[in-house]
T-cell receptor, first 114, second 114 residues
Framework: EADIYQTPRYLVIGTGKKITLECSQT?????MYWYQQDPGMELHLIHY???????EKGDLSSESTVSRIRTEHFPLTLESARPSHTSQYLC?????????????FGPGTRLTVT | GQQLNQSPQSMFIQEGEDVSMNCTSS?????WLWYKQDPGEGPVLLIA?????ELTSNGRLTAQFGITRKDSFLNISASIPSDVGIYFC??????????????FGQGTTLQVKP
């Protein structure tokens, strides 16, 4: 079944730790996105990619970095987690052409930095 | 930058009632999308609108793309408890403001009393 997956779903980690949030999709989509969302608030784009070896920063400044080595995989890394990074991180994907505007989201990773 | 104003911010209604929410902008949009987000999950795409004036239904949900291209509304008929969640409008700006990035509204939190 075509889907988009995020792991872990929940992560509690101490300040200064390096973390990687995983995102994979089996929908064959070329475009992938990372959003940051505080509880009950709007979504803010922090990174996006239009294909392999393509990554761009979004509208909200973020200390995280991303990579796109494989079409289906778009991990997000924080080199040194801080309490200000506590938030929900949502990964999404969309196709190129056709209904390219329709973004499909994963279940999210809720990150808490203590 | 482009902004979407979504209202109301929250609604508390009785089961069986109809619900209406809308998004407006001072700029034109080429595409409108409506998402629902359950607590702790990622947004799920409900309806996508591509043409000014378009009216589209998905079960008890109906959404319209405003003829001015600056607004959209979502109606839910005969609400049920599982309609509870946060509803987000989103759109792709048109004209010179088109950055190719999806813009999200602030969300409408819906609570349904059985």
């Amino acid at each position: 079944e075509a889907d988009i997956y995020q792991t872990p779903r929940y992560l509690v980690i101490g300040t200064g730790k390096k973390i990687t949030l995983e995102c994979s999709q089996t929908m064959g989509h070329d475009k992938m996105y990372w959003y940051q969302q505080d509880p009950g608030m709007e979504l803010h784009l922090i990174h996006y990619s239009y294909g392999v070896n393509s990554t761009e920063k979004g509208d909200l400044s973020s200390e995280s970095t991303v990579s796109r080595i494989r079409t289906e995989h778009f991990p997000l890394t924080l080199e040194s987690a801080r309490p200000s990074h506590t938030s929900q991180y949502l990964c999404a994907s969309s196709e190129v052409g056709g209904r390219a505007e329709e973004q499909y989201f994963g279940p999210g990773t809720r990150l808490t930095v203590t | 930058g482009q902004q979407l104003n979504q209202s109301p911010q929250s609604m508390f209604i009785q089961e069986g009632e109809d619900v209406s929410m809308n998004c407006t902008s001072s700029s034109i949009f080429n595409t409108w999308l409506w998402y629902k987000q359950d607590p702790g999950e990622g947004p799920v795409l409900l309806i996508a609108l591509y043409k000014a004036g378009e009216l589209t239904s998905n079960g008890r949900l109906t959404a319209q793309f405003g003829i001015t291209r600056k607004d959209s509304f979502l109606n839910i008929s005969a609400s049920i408890p599982s309609d509870v969640g946060i509803y987000f409008c989103a759109g792709y700006p048109g004209g010179p403001g088109n950055t190719g990035k999806l813009i999200f509204g602030q969300g409408t939190t819906l609570q349904v009393k059985p």
